[in-house]
């Protein structure tokens, strides 16, 4: 159980249109949803946390307006990347969590989606 | 501020036994995590500590002491599928998690 979706796995657009970035969690409750981006070579950097139903919380140096995160429900948070540009090409993985027990204890991860802006 | 220290690199030879050891200094303390990554992947779950000891699961073992601020992840009989990086990663009293950079373990035949 508890697995963690993300659709498209892979996405190349051009410079200033924007992308969406679907994570589901198919078989529990995720209450608590984070986003993270990752460069080649470097480690995770959280971008944001949301919980269902209330504004997500961007981490220090993270643009609200331009990574819109959605938690509409208790299963699906989407993140908008607006007006991408090529610096924003990374490996995007969300990750979610459960209200108790092992759910709680642990994040997880979907299988990431990796956009290429060119 | 919180850090994370783990090495950036390691090499092991196929068969043996690594310790991969993280340092942290955290605002708070609610778990210790340890995740494997294999390149162009997601992280996938390995272990998780609370308490000071040690928590075996096959091949992987995870030890915890708080008072030191130290864990190590101890892999066995390595097989070169073991090859990826692997993240340590603390949850502090706001329950965030904190990442680690990452120790990026390399298997020789």
């Known amino acids: 159980g508890a697995v963690v979706s993300q659709h498209p796995s892979w996405v190349i657009c051009k410079s200033g249109t924007s992308v969406k970035i679907e994570c589901r969690s198919l078989?529990?409750?995720?209450?608590?949803m984070f986003w993270y981006r990752q460069f080649p070579k470097q480690s995770l950097m959280l971008m944001a946390t949301?919980?269902?139903?209330?504004?997500?919380?961007?981490e220090q140096g993270v643009e609200k307006d331009k990574f819109l995160i959605n938690h509409a429900s208790l299963t699906l948070s989407t993140l908008t990347v607006t007006s991408a540009h090529p610096e924003d090409s990374s490996f995007y993985i969300c990750s979610a969590t459960g209200t108790s027990g092992d759910l709680y204890n642990e994040q997880f991860f979907g299988p990431g989606t990796r956009l290429t802006v060119l | 501020g919180q850090n994370i220290d783990q090495p950036t690199e390691m090499t092991a030879t196929e068969g043996a036994i690594v310790q991969i050891n993280c340092t942290y200094q955290t605002s708070g303390f609610n778990g210790l995590f340890w995740y494997q990554q294999h390149a162009g992947e997601a992280p996938t779950f390995l272990s998780y500590n609370v308490l000071d000891g040690l928590e075996e699961k096959g091949r992987f073992s995870s030890f915890l002491s708080r008072s030191k601020g130290y864990s190590y992840l101890l892999l066995k009989e390595l097989q070169m599928k073991d090859s990826a990086s692997y993240l340590c990663?603390?949850?502090?009293?706001?329950?965030?998690?904190?990442w680690g950079a990452g120790t990026k373990l390399i298997i020789k035949p």
């Open positions: 078989d529990f409750q995720a209450t608590t």
């Open positions: 949301s919980n269902e139903g209330s504004k997500a919380t961007y």
């Open positions: 990663a603390v949850r502090d009293s706001n329950y965030q998690l904190i």
